[in-house]
């Protein structure tokens, strides 16, 4: 080894120049992807929440599958409520708005012109056809009745005067010692006479009908309105304000519309000569006002709205309906007679149509699918599918499936739920 020469030592690589150095670690950065972290965490235990809401939803939704064997004797038993199949008659109705029309509304007008001098009827009055109603003053179609008479009693003088001069003439002609010419005019002059006292007899029963028109009375009877004019005005004859508005008011009709779907049944009990009875009820549905029956059907169907108009009679006694009021208008068709009959809340409404559920003796229930019928209050008629003794189920159906085995609440009576949906609480001892 040469002296000169110094010691060997390890040689130090020198960094690539295009290889990219790592910068130190940045502490600034570290808080923000924690908490992106922490974020990312939170959103997804909310989401996996979500959807086990969803599930635990959708499966309260989705009806179990029957239990079968020793499963469905282990299932807990449903309390519920049932009601017995009856017999009994359901009456076949058809419900309309109907709007409440008098027979006769008239407005009593004067005849002849003048001034008013008595009132002889109070506002809502209930008034005979030929009551009076007003007096107008008579003095001027009095003075007038005694002047016709006496035109009368002045034409009637001429012509027995005339009447005797042709007696004179007649006889005279026949002596030759007066013309035939004057005979012929004096036979006209005594014809002339006759028209003038038949004018005058007609002028005569002109004032004395003036006279009548004085006293104004009821056309019709009815209840009077209010009054339209007082004491002391002047009517004129073809004014357009009247003296009062007289509605016949027993009886009274109400007139309501059917679909003309409907027709056919009531023409037919019509033309077998049954009376078919309305009743009106109010615009609620729930109190009767009056009883009536069906007069008569419009001849014609109303082409824009498919309807027919149909009348309704009405005595109207205690005058509870009143012209131009809204009532509901139930027609009674017929009557079924002799059919199963079964609560409304045990009738069903689902994919197969209207069904109901039927306990049997072993205190478990089957869907039964029936054949519904006209519906009355509460009840309604069950054309087939049930037999009158067999038991449905009317409360707490919505916990059941086919199949569940029940418990009758109070002894097999009807019971009626809980509000809110609970189940019935059970009948105390």
């Known amino acids: 080894m040469s002296p000169d020469r110094a010691p060997s030592q390890p040689a130090q690589r020198a960094p690539a120049p295009d290889s990219p150095t790592r910068p130190p670690p940045d502490r600034k950065s570290a808080g923000p992807r924690r908490r992106w972290g922490w974020r990312i965490l939170w959103l997804a235990v909310c989401l996996a929440a979500l959807i086990e809401l969803a599930l635990w939803v959708g499966g309260r939704r989705v009806e179990p599958v029957p239990p079968s064997g020793r499963a469905a004797e282990a299932a ?3 309390q519920v409520g049932v009601a017995t199949v009856t017999k009994g008659d359901i009456p076949v109705t058809l419900d309309a708005l109907g709007t409440v029309t008098p027979l006769a509304t008239v407005t009593v007008k004067s005849q002849i012109s003048g001034q008013i001098t008595r009132i002889a009827f109070q506002e809502g009055q209930t008034v005979k056809k030929g009551d009076l109603l007003a007096v107008i003053d008579t003095r001027p179609y009095t003075i007038a009745l005694e002047q016709a008479e006496a035109t009368l009693a002045r034409d009637q003088a001429l012509l027995r005067n005339a009447e005797n001069d042709l007696a004179r003439y007649q006889k005279l002609v026949t002596q030759d010692s007066i013309a035939r010419q004057t005979v012929d005019n004096q036979r006209y002059l005594v014809s002339q006479y006759q028209a003038t006292v038949q004018s005058d007899k007609v002028a005569i029963d002109n004032a004395k009908l003036n006279l009548d028109y004085c006293h104004i009375t009821a056309p019709v009877g009815g209840r009077v309105g209010l009054r339209q004019v007082d004491e002391g005005n ?42 078919l009875p309305v009743t009106a009820y109010d ?66 409404h689902g994919a197969p149509g209207d069904y109901v559920y039927v306990v049997g003796p072993d205190d478990t229930v089957s869907i039964r699918k029936v054949e519904t019928g006209p519906a009355e209050g509460e009840r309604i008629a069950i054309r087939a599918g049930l037999e009158p003794g067999e038991r449905v189920v009317v409360d707490g159906t919505d916990r059941l499936r086919d199949g569940a085995r029940v418990h009758i609440a109070g002894a097999g009576q009807r019971t009626t739920g809980a509000p ?10």
């Open 76 to 78: 807990p038993t449903v």
């Open 234 to 275: 002047y009517v004129q004859v073809g004014g357009t304000t009247g003296i009062v508005v007289i509605t016949q008011m027993q009886p009274i009709t109400v007139v309501f519309t059917l679909p003309e779907d409907d027709l056919p049944r009531i023409m037919q009990r019509l033309s077998a000569g049954a009376v």
């Open 420 to 429: 809110g949906g609970q189940p019935p609480k059970p009948a105390q001892p």
């Open 283 to 348: 615009r609620s549905m729930t109190t009767k006002i009056a009883e009536g029956r069906l007069a008569t059907v419009d001849n014609q169907i109303d082409t824009t709205t498919g309807t027919v108009k149909l009348k309704a009679e009405f005595d109207n006694e205690d005058q509870t309906l009143f012209p131009n009021q809204f009532v509901n208008a139930r027609l009674l068709v017929d009557t079924l007679a002799g059919v199963a009959v079964v609560p409304r809340a045990a009738v069903l």
